[in-house]
């Protein structure tokens, strides 16, 4: 489950943290508020194809991170069939977009996992 999503300088959003608590989450909004541009970015952080053009003007890069509340998914088989480090409560992604075109995910790790996660 989505805890928290974290995006900075992506599209027209500046800052913007959002946590998602126990229960149903819904988020909603007037046409042209935002609500693709936030599933864009979590899209993003999930290994979507990147595009420099995402990039807030001015900004040198963007950067989104998501945390995951894992603990009632047992992924420890996948997470030691990669070698991955594991915590069975918690899983946090990050991406980094900058204006050069080029895309950092700041762990090898979590690269591996995006990609696995995305294909499945």
Do not use: H, W
């Not at 800052?15 to 042209?32: A, C, K, M, N, P």
């Not at 069975?88 to 204006?99: G, Q, S």
């Amino acid at each position: 489950m989505l805890k928290s999503l974290s995006i900075r300088n992506y599209v027209l959003i500046d800052e913007l943290d959002i946590r998602f608590e126990d229960g149903f989450s819904v988020v909603t909004g007037e046409t042209g508020a935002g609500k693709s541009i936030i599933l864009g970015a979590l899209s993003l952080v999930l290994g979507e194809r990147a595009d420099s053009r995402s990039i807030q003007k001015g900004s040198e890069k963007c950067v989104i991170e998501a945390t995951f509340d894992i603990s009632s998914y047992n992924l420890q088989t996948f997470f030691e069939e990669n070698d991955l480090e594991y915590d069975a409560t918690v899983c946090f992604f990050r991406r980094e977009l900058y204006n050069t075109g080029k895309s950092f995910l700041p762990y090898s790790a979590n690269a591996f996992i995006i990609t696995g996660l995305y294909s499945s």
